[in-house]
């Protein structure tokens, strides 16, 4: 993962103190964040989704593919410094190696997700009710193609 961090080493540092609010949930995307040192926790819906110490790990790349407002808040959970690129979409356009290795790291989030999926799956097969339908929803989830945004 230290590999995404040479393309960005040219790039301003922002530093924050533990506690602070790096992106929040809901407002327009603008910026691409990738963590050079520090820990941050990710929120989604008040619900804390994940933990990251990670150098090279990234923030803000759903929004930024989506064209959709930030999906999750961000808050370092101890003082953090971050590249932050204000034009990201221009930065990989003219840094492939930054864009492919942002696309192995998406790649590895959803075949991380899938296996989760078909580890539910086998274990509520065949019950009735609510459960038994989760095969039919993740079935849906996996095989759903929403419409491009424009």
Do not use: W
Request: aromatic content about 4%; some cysteine; proline content about 5%.
């Amino acid at each position: 993962m230290k590999s995404i961090l040479a393309p960005f080493q040219h790039l301003e540092i922002h530093s924050l103190p533990a506690g602070e609010i790096v992106m929040t949930q809901g407002e327009p995307h603008c910026r691409l964040l990738v963590l050079i040192e520090g820990a941050v926790e990710v929120i989604k819906d008040d619900v804390r989704v994940a933990r990251s110490r990670e150098p090279g790990a990234v923030f803000g790349e759903l929004s930024l593919l989506l064209g959709g407002p930030h999906t999750a808040t961000v808050r370092t959970t101890q003082s953090s410094s971050f590249y932050v690129l204000d034009d990201p979409t221009e930065f990989l356009r003219t840094h492939p190696e930054a864009a492919m290795e942002l696309c192995r790291l998406l790649a590895r989030r959803i075949d991380a997700l899938n296996r989760y999926l078909v580890d539910v799956k086998r274990q509520f097969e065949g019950q009735e009710g609510h459960m038994g339908m989760i095969g039919d929803v993740l079935d849906t989830l996996m095989h759903h193609q929403p419409k491009a945004s424009s």
